[in-house]
């Protein structure tokens, strides 16, 4: 999917809705071969558009993407790479993406429609480009369609005029071809549009005591609007030198906030770059004010308008009526009313994401179907009643005990819940930083020289993308992180505080806490910024810890473990009243590990046959184990399933399964518990299931003798 803005709609009538003429211009860089006519287009160069570019395969649909329409799709015929092509077709070098078009075609394709198929919601905010995951084509297949051409066929159109264009506009650069004195005139002032449209949102929300006046303007004329080429946000407003009051520009002062209405649609906000100039045109004086327009994703119309502005709580008088909006062309709005509309404008937005994320959660989880645990009703408890008391949780035990299973297993079914959107996981190590937590600077690939960006890590990256978002995070083995250096600011916001960054991105990097008491302003600025990562009481941190490693990992701090509920997810019980419980690894007995495994199990062989034959000798192995170094049931899962893909007989099966899988585990025992512990394994145990005692079906000289390998023990048999 590919957004085509204003800057570029004029490009992609030249290079794609017509066929690129190659033949026009002289000196073609190489990479570009011998054309003649044809469809191409171009993606600026940066680490997303790179990676999405490089995903891109011929055979791929573009689908082009203007105000709220899908308008036209074609299909990738070839790709290349090269900084000069872009430079000679769109003379922009960061244009590197090249791609080349066949079987175009116009369509009318609404937004919302689209975003059904795709099952984004409704306010998903895509920008740039943008490859559509497999998993998300399902909703198209779902309504009917078999191939993307059946679909492309339902909303095609035979208009001939792209979208909201008129048909017979002039070039993009037939202005200066023309001389136009008033673009020659403003290209010329010395002023540097930098502003971003949030920047000036916020401004106007926050209305402090030094706030700029602001400015309603209802445009007509399109040369206003379109930009100077190569400073694209670099516009004007003009009117003649009269005595009309709305025609009065030298009221304008730099640092000025105006309100664009053009077209039946609020197109942006702009900042005034300096005083008024008075220009000689076609023999009549004119204001011109330089401003730096910064255009808003999606016109807002009329009608979305007027639904922000008519409600009893807010007062017409300082506002333009926006039902009428010819009644002038420059109209100074109240500040205080300013800050309202745009409070109500983006809070339309906000309510269906930011406010509601503000919810108290109501969890109900269950434990995963191929787990077992004695206690799965007390473990399901407490993990309910920790994460909607507002408690992060921390899920402790030995390995192998499901933890992350569990954890990711709660991430999933909170996601269905309307103020969680998905979860990330991510694996703790001991030379994690906050660069990997919360982000940094690292080099603009899209600028030249040595410039730097802020960019975020897994943390942040929770709470904003294309625009907020409530991803839950999981980290496994927390305690594998040296905590104060990997997670430092985060302390303060796992208890409901707001951190400012040490970063800066075209304003501070923050981390906002909002909730139900957060004032509407400050919801609007968290939701509006893009530097502005909102944490909401419907957030939650998931992490686990292997406590077997615990002694030699990080300690983490009174502080930081304050702010975590611990739950313990343990071993069951493997042995009662004086017997070892094989039932728990017994086929079709109801009750234990056995059947789930069974499910579970795709490869090579039969884990049903396996647990059938062995049982018993596994569970015996699994409970003289356990004497010395618990272990969880994944890793009898795991010598279960090595069992069934083994090709020789049980015996040795299972004793090169004890070798490869349990060895491991015995590291940093003392070696006399190493030596009594692999004795201990040949002497008979009573088991549940059968009525004669089990000795493990081991060899056991071949395990002696790699015990010597592995810890350097001599073992001998109990007698010798």
């Not at 009573?686 to 023990?713: C, M, N, Q, S």
């Amino acid at each position: 999917m590919q957004p085509v803005g204003d800057n570029w709609i004029e490009w992609f009538k030249q290079t794609v809705h017509t066929p690129y003429d190659f033949t026009a211009k002289l000196n073609p860089p190489a990479e570009l071969g011998e054309r003649t006519q044809e469809r191409v287009w171009g993606v600026p160069e940066g680490e997303r558009n790179d990676s999405q570019f490089e995903s891109l395969s011929v055979g791929d649909y573009i689908l082009f993407y203007r105000r709220k329409v899908f308008f036209a799709v074609a299909e990738v015929s070839e790709k290349l790479r090269s900084h000069d092509a872009g430079e000679w077709i769109w003379e922009n070098r960061a244009s590197w993406n090249v791609f080349f078009l066949t079987n175009y075609r116009l369509l009318n394709l609404p937004r919302n429609k689209m975003w059904e198929y795709l099952d984004y919601k409704q306010n998903f905010d895509m920008r740039g480009f943008r490859r559509v995951p497999e998993d998300r084509l399902k909703g198209i297949w779902d309504d009917g369609y078999d191939t993307f051409i059946d679909l492309f066929d339902d909303y095609a159109t035979q208009t001939p005029e792209l979208p909201n264009l008129e048909a017979n506009q002039r070039g993009i650069g037939s202005d200066w071809e023309n001389g136009s004195l008033v673009t020659r005139e403003i290209n010329q002032l010395d002023v540097t549009p930098t502003t971003e449209i949030d920047e000036l949102i916020q401004t106007v929300i926050t209305n402090g005591a030094d706030s700029p006046s602001t400015y309603w303007v209802n445009q007509g004329d399109e040369d206003e609007i379109k930009g100077v080429r190569g400073r694209p946000n670099l516009a004007y407003v003009s009117a003649s030198v009269d005595n009309v009051w709305h025609h009065d520009l030298s009221q304008l002062e730099t640092g000025d906030i105006l309100f664009h209405y053009y077209d039946g649609a609020l197109i942006g906000l702009s900042r005034v770059l300096q005083s008024a100039l008075i220009l000689k045109l076609n023999g009549q004086d004119r204001y011109v004010v330089p401003v730096d327009l910064c255009r808003v994703e999606d016109p807002i119309s009329k009608a979305e308008l007027t639904e922000a502005i008519v409600d009893e709580t807010l007062s017409l008088e300082q506002l333009p009526l926006f039902l009428a909006p010819k009644q002038g062309y420059l109209i100074e709005i109240d500040s205080s009313a300013a800050s309202e509309l745009l409070q109500r404008l983006v809070q339309g937005y906000s309510r269906d994401t930011l406010t509601k994320y503000l919810d108290p959660l109501r969890v109900e989880i269950d434990l995963p179907d191929k787990l077992y645990f004695d206690d799965a009703r007390e473990i399901k408890h407490d993990i309910e009643a920790s994460l909607n008391s507002g408690k992060h949780v921390i899920l402790t035990g030995p390995p192998g005990t499901g933890k992350s299973k569990i954890a990711k297993s709660i991430a999933e079914q909170s996601s269905e819940l309307e103020q969680v959107d998905g979860y990330r996981f991510v694996t703790a190590t001991s030379d994690m930083t906050t660069y990997d937590t919360i982000g940094g600077y690292v080099p603009n690939r899209s600028a030249e020289g040595d410039e730097l960006e802020f960019r975020a890590r897994q943390f942040l990256s929770c709470f904003r993308d294309d625009g907020v978002k409530n991803d839950w995070l999981i980290i496994d083995e927390i305690n594998r992180a040296d905590i104060d250096k990997a997670f430092g600011q985060l302390f303060s916001v796992l208890s409901g505080d707001s951190v400012e960054l040490p970063y800066d991105d075209d304003g501070a990097v923050q981390i906002e806490w909002v909730d139900s008491n957060t004032q509407d302003n400050r919801l609007a600025a968290a939701e509006s910024s893009p530097n502005i990562y909102p944490v909401t009481p419907s957030w939650r941190l998931l992490a686990t810890m292997n406590t077997q490693d615990k002694a030699s990992l990080y300690e983490m701090s009174f502080a930081f473990m304050r702010r975590f509920n611990f739950i313990h997810i343990g071993l069951p019980e493997l042995s009662e009243n004086s017997e070892i419980r094989a039932s728990l690894l017994k086929p079709g007995s109801g009750a234990g590990y056995a059947d789930g495994w069974i499910n579970d199990y795709d490869g090579a062989g039969s884990v049903n046959t396996a647990l059938e034959t062995g049982h018993a000798d596994i569970a015996v192995l699994w409970a003289t184990i356990n004497e010395k170094r618990p272990i969880g049931p994944s890793i009898v899962k795991d010598i279960a399933e090595y069992v069934a893909a083994h090709n020789g007989d049980f015996e040795a099966a299972l004793t090169r399964a004890t070798v490869s899988l349990v060895f491991p585990q015995l590291e940093g025992l003392r070696p006399d518990e190493q030596v009594a512990l692999l004795r201990d394994l040949n002497t008979e145990s009573a088991v549940d299931t059968k009525a004669d005692r089990v000795t493990p079906a081991l060899d056991f000289e071949t395990l002696y003798a790699k015990a010597d390998d592995f810890f350097g023990i001599e073992v001998t048999s109990a007698d010798e």
